[in-house]
């Protein structure tokens, strides 16, 4: 049978229905002609049909939520209506209008295609009791009353077809948002006006809310003045071309850490029925883990050409350096009694030491780092590490706590974590030119340790946050760009991350995490 009808081809619907049906002008004469009958019967054929109806508990519970005098008059008139019209696309629509209120009240379809039976046997044996001008009149108004009670229940049940297509429209519609909602990708829409009308999560702690109310707006401010252009030379290439643009690179920086995050975006124009565009749908991937791997692997091809010059520094500069400076130290005495003469002398064996610190740097860059990681007591380990700095001179005038729990071991390779802390702990000192507190603070978390070293120097200007554990990167005079990079080196090297902590009000704030199994 035809499927359920569209307002536009109801007619067309009707008319298979009655063909197949066999439905004919002399039927319909034939249904008109029922009128008195069907006023004579109707009444008493809808009391019996209640009558029988309470039988079932099913149906009781339906029946007992409604007006049962309203029920029946409907009924009648249901009866009635069978001799009063034409069977055209009012009748349709009647009928089916019936199907949508059995849909409404929770009627099943078993029990309502009964209830056309009921009333079929009913009128069927009603027709029998009445007088006819001969048989074959009366079996041309059960044929006809037949035909028109097998149409009508057609179109009824076209009701509960469309109620199967919206419940499976709403489950995959359902569907479809619990997708959206729960992707990790940032899915977003805005209409040609630029009002956001939809987003599937908050961004840069800002909530859903945030951005529907606050519109495309609140989220370009979160974009860098570069990335703002690129965004709005996108979204111009979308109104002129009416063409979606793919990859479009923007960073954002969240404005309470001012942590930059790096995406790529891709742009939808939506069209409405006449073709305007109605929305551009948007869906934003976060890139900022895949952009801080390409940079691994960009610092590692960096450092392995640093290895091989090493290897060469320290053939061809670092011995020459150690002869020079013997040499040096031995012609020394010589020029005792003659200040301006051992001043000079001075800042040369000063000047070698640094080119000694640089040459030294570069070969522990150049050897491949092989751990030999042991479970020691953190705290033990950050005491001895600070005991054998208190003999520096640039702690002469610094304060170092520690606050560590005394039950908290970490794997370690000791040699290689003395060298990572000793940088950074040497680093603060000198950023608080010598004179300060440096506090060194560990807590426990689920599979590793935090650990903080926090100074009370001038802090690290946010214009070089991301830059300072790149190789060669210092703001040192005679800084080799090196000892931050080679702290990171080892501490990534165990497994760990360190990072800048932005939300540190005065001075600089290092996060360091290892792995405690």
């Not at 048989?135 to 509960?160: G, P, T």
């Not at 991301?466 to 090196?482: C, H, R, S, V, Y």
Request: glycine share 6%; hydrophobic share 40%.
């Amino acid at each position: 049978m035809p499927g359920p009808a569209q307002p536009e081809d109801i007619q067309k619907q009707l008319e298979i229905r009655k063909k197949f049906l066999r439905i004919t002008e002399e039927d319909e004469e034939t249904l008109r002609k029922l009128g008195p009958v069907l006023k004579k019967h109707a009444p008493g054929v809808v009391t019996a049909f209640y009558d029988h109806l309470l039988r079932f508990p099913e149906l009781k519970v339906i029946l007992d939520r409604t007006d049962m005098g309203r029920l029946k008059g409907i009924l009648v008139e249901y009866l009635l209506s069978l001799s009063e019209s034409r069977i055209d696309r009012a009748y349709f629509e009647r009928r089916l209008s019936i199907g949508r209120t059995h849909v409404r009240v929770g009627l099943e379809p078993q029990w309502f295609l009964g209830a056309y039976g009921f009333f079929l046997s009913s009128l069927v044996e009603a027709f029998a009791t009445e007088p006819m001008e001969d048989s074959e009149e009366a079996a041309r108004a059960i044929i006809a009353i037949q035909k028109a009670m097998i149409l009508d229940v057609n179109i009824a049940l076209d009701a509960y077809h469309e109620m199967i297509q919206q419940e499976e429209l709403k489950r995959t519609e359902a569907r479809h948002w619990a997708i959206v909602e729960t992707a990790t990708d940032l899915i977003w829409a805005f209409t040609p006006d630029r009002r956001m009308t939809y987003v599937n999560r908050g961004l840069c702690g800002h909530s859903r809310d945030d951005f529907l109310k606050g519109g495309l707006s609140l989220l370009e401010s979160l974009h860098t003045p570069e990335s703002k252009e690129k965004m709005r030379v996108a979204i111009d290439h979308i109104a002129t071309t009416r063409a979606g643009v793919e990859n479009v690179p923007s960073t954002l920086i969240h404005p309470d850490t001012l942590k930059r995050e790096h995406y790529l975006s891709n742009l939808s124009p939506i069209f409405g029925d006449d073709m305007e565009l109605i929305r551009v749908q948007v869906i934003t991937r976060d890139v900022t883990e895949v952009r801080k791997l390409e940079q691994k692997v960009l610092d590692r091809e960096r450092l392995a050409t640093v290895g091989l010059m090493a290897a060469n520094v320290a053939h061809e500069i670092r011995n020459p350096l150690a002869g020079i400076k013997g040499a040096l130290e031995t012609l020394r005495p010589k020029f005792r009694g003659t200040p301006r003469d051992d001043a000079i002398l001075t800042e040369i064996l000063d000047r070698i030491d640094v080119l000694n610190v640089s040459v030294q740097d570069l070969l522990i860059f150049s050897r491949p780092l092989v751990l030999e990681k042991v479970r020691i007591s953190l705290k033990t380990f950050c005491d001895e590490v600070v005991a054998l700095l208190r003999e520096d001179p640039a702690f002469a005038e610094v304060t170092v706590d520690v606050v560590v729990p005394d039950e908290l071991d970490v794997l370690l390779d000791p040699q290689q974590g003395k060298l990572a802390f000793t940088n950074l702990l040497l680093n603060s000192a000198q950023a608080m030119d010598q004179a300060g507190r440096i506090r060194l603070v560990a807590r426990p978390l689920q599979e590793t340790v935090e650990i903080a070293i926090e100074d009370t120097g001038p802090g690290i200007p946010q214009s070089v946050r991301d830059e300072i554990f790149n190789p060669f990167f210092t703001t040192k005079a005679n800084g080799t760009g090196l000892g931050l990079s080679i702290v990171r080196w080892i501490i990534e090297a165990h497994e760990g991350a360190i990072t800048l902590d932005p939300s540190a009000k005065e001075g600089s704030r290092v996060l360091i995490s290892l792995p405690i199994h």
